[in-house]
């Protein structure tokens, strides 16, 4: 099952709860647009790079066109097709005024120079420019891509179209950015598992934390959860991670990290593989890095209690399954990482207006936008007798169904 088949599922799950027709789950779950396009540049040794790049535009019922890009070899359009869905989903759960898209460049970024990563950029900007803009679609950070790729995404469309900030978010606080935007999603995370837990009547600092990825969202969510208390067990980057059964030093792990790129070799921790992280012992497990992480095969060995899916489908079909008969409490994507997108959102109502907000008010309209979509997901999840996921799924399809209802079909 590819990463879209996973997505089919979760979807089909939740239009029988709502009864959805045949003819409706089609034209939900149809891409509205997908474009795959060729990107050529000079490389620094004279010789020709040539890459593809993926755009896929999935939904605009709701507004705009909104969702990442990523920079990755695995990139290819059954992901990029995935995670466009997703975020068609994710900004009706947590009522942003946009719709779903998602584009990506199967590179290794570790393979290409900067100068290199930016002529790649400004190429596919080139390559898409026409079907992106403030009012059309809206791309924003995923793997491997930072303020910086906006910067040169925002002035590569700026030649070709005149000013427009709003034609992505993520981009630098020097550059039209929004205060609060690279702490969003670890934020949002933060915010999603504090609601979550609240339904016990536990508190994040009682809790054991793993953390799977030390990118934006991982040490963002480590950072932040440590300053509440929580203890991290465990963090990690693509070579491996560290463990602390005490807890680590997240600000220390933090400087480790700035001085040596990677968490590896931090003193005083245990190293740890990937694989063993998943399954390691503690209260929530929040995989913060890539997707189909926890499949059949380890479902069963996770000792969590909660899974938090800082990461775009880090979850199977079959151990979504698994893991809901064990008892195991799914915080889902659509939900938990919807931070960063609602802070994209506020970013560009502020290029907008040409207004700026201060990192406050960020913060605080963030976290009321969370607790309410939590709200909202907990009244269906018990009205249906339902997980999260499923709950998440249909707040989601009722308000895409009813904007695309609302509008008509020809
Ligand atoms: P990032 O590039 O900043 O970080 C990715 C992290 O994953 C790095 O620590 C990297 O070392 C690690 N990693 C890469 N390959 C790995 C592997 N095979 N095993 C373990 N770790 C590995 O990316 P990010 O922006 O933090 O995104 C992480 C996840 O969160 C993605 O699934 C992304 O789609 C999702 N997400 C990001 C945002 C955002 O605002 N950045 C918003 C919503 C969802």
Redesign the pocket.
Known sequence: MNANDTTQHFLQQAFEILGVDEDMRRMLTTPSRELRVELVIRRDDGSIGNFIGYRVQHDDSRGPFKG?L?Y?PHVDIHEVRS?ASLMTW?TAVVGVPFGGAKGGIQVDPREVSPRELERLTRTFVRQVHDLVGPERDIP???????AQVMAWFFDEYTRLHGFAPGVVT?KPIGLHGSPG??A???RGCVFAIRETLRESGADLKDQRFVI?????????SARLLHARGAKILAV??????IFAGDGLDIPAVLEHYDSHG??LGFPGAEAIS?EDLLVADCDVLM?????S?ITARNANDVKAKYVVE?????VTAEADEILEQRGVTIVP?IYA?????TV?YFEWVQNLQNFRWDETRVNEELDKIMTEAHRKIRDIKRAHDISMRKAAFVLAIREVKLATETRGIQ
């Not at 030390?214 to 040490?219: E, H, L, R």
């Not at 990482?337 to 997108?341: F, I, K, L």
Request: hydrophobic share 30%; no cysteine.
């Open positions: 990442g990523r990755h995670l994710k924003a950070p995923d793997v491997n891509t930072n993520g935007r690279s969003a999603t670890g799977q990825g030390f990118g934006n969202v991982g040490s963002w990690s980057g693509s070579k491996g991670g990677t968490v990937n995989p913060a890095a890539l997707g992480v800082a990461a775009n489908g880090p994507d990482n919807a931070g960063g997108v994209s």
